[in-house]
């Protein structure tokens, strides 16, 4: 098992040096010679105006909202996928009662007018 | 130079598993507290991404697979997201320093002082215990 | 994993070195391949792009490096490394620095779980298929801190609008990874690939694909993966064509190369991760005589797909973000939510071959799979026919916008144009 992961540090390792290595290059490889206006914030030639900061919707929040809870209800699924064959029937019973209260909540997101991206 | 040796032996050399542990622990750690001193809070934000990361490391040393791997689904993937979106909707926050201070240092030292000196006292008996087992052994 | 590994490391102890320090080597080796074989895929995947969206639009494409312009690729590469690095005045350095790095070191990861063949793949994890989902947490960190650090409103706007697509299509792709996670009791990707076999006879056809006994849920996945993958008719945070490039708007040289070689591959992978789960992934005839075989197979199945979304690339309009969110809250989440409700009912149907002792399942009968079935036609049925009114749709509208006026008297104003 732990060799397994073993595994994924090595290779994770290697998969962070790669692309290390060949923005180094580029750097090494590539003239450097930045001025004023080179490096100033592309806006198609005009110049910006004010901060970065822009009024944004809250709809984004939400979005965020509802995916955890999907996102949890994800990782209770799961295992229970693992051990769908040795279920009884009771278990069977109560799995699709959440799923069905989840799906409900859905329904319910849903008429609250959560889901609109107006 | 025996007691020096009870009371501070020499590390061992760490086994396999230790040698992942430490620079992973020092990771996170390390992480944990950008999150707190960094003054950007977009930095802090991140750092705590980082800071889950490491922890799910550590669920996966530890063989607990999956937990690391709902670690990440759950707090990387939503929580993190949330945290920057809440970032983005409050004004001004989310560019330039914010002071990590709050004009409590005075406070601070008083309660630094009085641990400090509760934890002395502590050490302090507990080495004369110490002592006393040492030379009875 | 000991397969590969287990030959190495006997010949590095033959050398004389001690247990661990041979068994990491052998790792360290095949971690070295394995993460080298991105880069060099993103070569050909980028070429073979090129080349078959211009047959589609009647151009000839690169032809002029090597032959055939099979070196177009490495040229523009080589190109892209001599270009200057250009960091704006008011970027922050870290996070600008680490974003590119980081979308690659999250697709290329997911190679390590990849199943490319009997025996051959980089690990068999017990948490195979959610570890492929958690990594896209990874592309999500580096969307946003590309936004942020570009210090540019649009790079911002761009990351936050990719934070949220993401999301949005995260839940039907997982959701629809569950279902055949749910026939076959596991998360191991090589068991999943293992199952998708077809014995007839005592001849293993290898055609027992999940996609045939469950098109609906392999029709969501494949959706939610063009989202995830950012592909058209879901590109419209890249929207080459009409905005300038998203998140990655400030970013130039190899750096810009980190983040179009991580779409790329992020993209084929999505369709690789399609042909384990849906497609059978190495399974096929005569892959039990001659495993090397399977890769050859997967190989296929894996390109076959990347040229489909090609083939979507060069076909579908792009579609709106109020459009794409509905489609993706309204369509997808609920009709698979029901498609896993209905599975799981249909699981439990009598008719399979129990254990006589603990009455766990051994085997799954007739009435299951034909019961599984059903349902992913009906599912299959619904999403088709909301496509189907969904390009009608576009399509009148699109005659509309073009015919004279004269010809269909006074145009009404439709709301959304």
């Known amino acids: 098992m732990l060799t397994q992961y073993g595994f994924i540090l090595i290779l994770s390792i290697f998969a962070f040096a790669l692309p290390t290595a060949a923005v180094m290059m580029g750097w090494f490889l590539g003239p450097r010679r930045p001025d004023a206006v080179k490096t100033a ?15 944004f919707r809250a709809q984004y929040y939400l979005i965020g909202l509802i995916f955890l809870i999907f996102d949890v209800e994800v990782i209770f699924l799961f295992p229970i996928a693992l051990a769908y064959k040795h279920l009884s029937l009771f278990s069977v019973v109560s799995t699709i009662t959440f799923v069905v209260i989840l799906l409900l909540g859905l329904l319910l997101e849903w008429r609250k007018g959560a889901l609109e991206w107006s | 130079m025996d007691i020096i040796q009870q009371l501070f032996p020499l590390p061992p050399i760490p086994t396999l598993q230790q040698a992942v542990f430490i620079p992973l622990a020092l990771f996170t750690a390390v992480c944990a507290l950008l999150v707190v001193l960094s003054p950007n809070l977009f930095h802090n934000a991140l750092a705590l991404v980082g800071t889950l990361f490491g922890v799910a490391g550590i669920y996966a040393l530890l063989e607990a697979e999956f937990l690391a791997i709902s670690q990440i689904l759950v707090y990387v993937w939503s929580i993190s997201t949330l945290i920057t979106f809440a970032i983005m909707l409050s004004r001004g926050m989310m560019f330039g320093a914010t002071s990590k201070t709050n004009k409590q240092a005075g406070t601070a030292i008083d309660g630094i002082v009085v641990i400090g000196f509760i934890g002395w006292c502590n050490f302090v008996s507990a080495r004369s215990k110490l002592d006393v087992s040492i030379a009875v052994a | 994993m000991e397969i590969w590994s287990s030959g190495l490391t006997h010949l590095l102890t033959g050398l004389g070195l001690p247990e661990t320090a041979a068994v990491i080597i052998a790792l ?58 250009i960091r704006p005045a008011n970027a922050d350095a870290v996070a600008y620095f680490l974003a590119p790095i980081l979308s690659v070191f999250g697709v290329i990861l997911s190679l390590g779980v ?151 591959l992020n993209s084929f992978f999505l369709g690789a991760i399609a042909v384990m789960l849906f497609l059978g992934g190495y399974q096929g005839p005569f892959v039990d005589q001659i495993p090397l075989l399977g890769f050859v197979y997967f190989v296929i199945k894996a390109f076959g797909v990347y040229l489909l979304t090609i083939w979507i690339k060069g076909t579908f309009p792009r579609i709106r973000v109020d459009q794409m969110m509905a489609f993706a809250w309204k369509v997808l989440v609920p009709l698979v939510l029901a498609l896993i409700l209905w599975q799981m009912i249909a699981l439990k149907l009598p008719g399979a071959t129990l254990d006589p002792v603990t009455g766990d399942v051994l085997q799954y009968g007739f009435l299951n799979y034909i019961a599984v079935f059903a349902g992913n036609l009906v599912v299959l049925g619904v999403v088709s026919n909301v496509l189907m009114n969904h390009f009608k749709r576009e399509k009148m509208r699109t005659k509309r916008a073009f015919e004279p006026k004269s010809l269909i008297g006074v145009m009404q104003p439709s709301s959304g144009d």
Not at chain 3, 41 to 48: F, P, S, T
Not at chain 3, 123 to 142: E, K, P, Q, R
Not at chain 3, 176 to 188: D, E, K, T
């Open chain 1, 41 to 55: 914030t592309y806006e198609s030639g005009v110049e910006t105006i004010g901060d970065t900061w822009v009024q």
């Open chain 3, 28 to 85: 360290a080796i095949g971690a070295f391949v394995l993460a080298n074989v991105g880069p060099v895929l993103a070569l050909v995947l980028i070429l073979l792009l090129r080349k078959v969206i211009s047959r589609m639009q009647d151009r000839i494409g690169p032809n002029r490096v090597g032959p055939f312009g099979l070196l177009q690729t490495v040229a523009d590469a080589l190109k892209l490394l001599s270009k200057e690095d």
């Open chain 3, 114 to 264: 990849m199943a490319v063949a009997p025996g051959w793949i980089g690990v068999d994890l017990n948490v195979g298929v959610l570890f492929l989902t958690a990594l896209g947490s990874i592309g999500i960190m580096s969307a946003l801190m590309a936004g942020w650090s570009s210090n540019n409103k649009y790079a911002l706007l761009a990351g936050f609008r990719v934070v949220a697509q993401l999301l949005s299509y995260e839940i039907p792709m997982v959701l629809a990874m569950f279902v055949p996670v749910l026939l076959v009791g596991s998360m191991r990707l090589g068991a999943l690939s293992a199952a998708q076999s077809l014995t007839i006879f005592g001849f293993n056809t290898g055609l027992g694909w999940f996609g045939f006994l469950m098109p609906g849920a392999f029709l969501i996945y494949f959706i939610s993966a063009l989202a995830e993958g950012e592909q058209t008719p879901f590109d419209l945070l890249e929207a080459e064509s009409e905005l300038i490039a998203g998140f990655h708007i400030e970013y130039s040289g190899m750096k810009f190369a980190m983040f179009f070689l991580a779409q790329f």
